[in-house]
Nanobody, 121 residues
Framework: QVQLVESGGGLVQAGGSLRLSCEAS????????MGWFRQVPGKERTFVAG????????YYADSVTGRFTISRDNTKNTAYLQMDSLKPEDTAVYFC??????????????WGQGTQVTVSS
């Protein structure tokens, strides 16, 4: 069975950095596009960043462009989200998704359990 496990979340001050990881198992990781989404209580899951199967084509939400970097290492079955210059409004649970190159959560076949990111002012 396919599993995605996020890690790397935590508490950081505004202006700081975190790197999230998403380790995949149970599938041929290099065959799938990957994306990162985030969600706060009472609101829908929203797009953050996405990349194709190789990581050579990437795209970002306007709110994170220039601050976040998505990447992958297919030899380690792992996707990453480097988050720099963090702002309090970045606070959310971050999820990785697999199986689609899309900005819509419903297009993704697989999801991790999420990791909490909290940015203090």
């Amino acid at each position: 069975q396919v599993q995605l496990v996020e890690s790397g979340g935590g508490l950081v001050q505004a202006g700081g950095s975190l790197r999230l990881s998403c380790e995949a198992s149970g599938w041929t990781f290099s065959n799938y596009a990957m994306g990162w989404f985030r969600q706060v209580p009472g609101k829908e899951r929203t797009f953050v960043a996405g990349m194709n199967w190789s990581g050579e084509s990437v795209y970002y939400a306007d709110s994170v462009t220039g601050r976040f970097t998505i990447s992958r290492d297919n030899t380690k079955n792992t996707a990453y989200l480097q988050m720099d210059s963090l702002k309090p409004e970045d606070t959310a649970v971050y999820f990785c998704g697999g199986g689609a190159w899309s900005r819509r959560p419903g297009d993704y076949a697989y999801w991790g359990q999420g990791t909490q990111v909290t940015v203090s002012s």
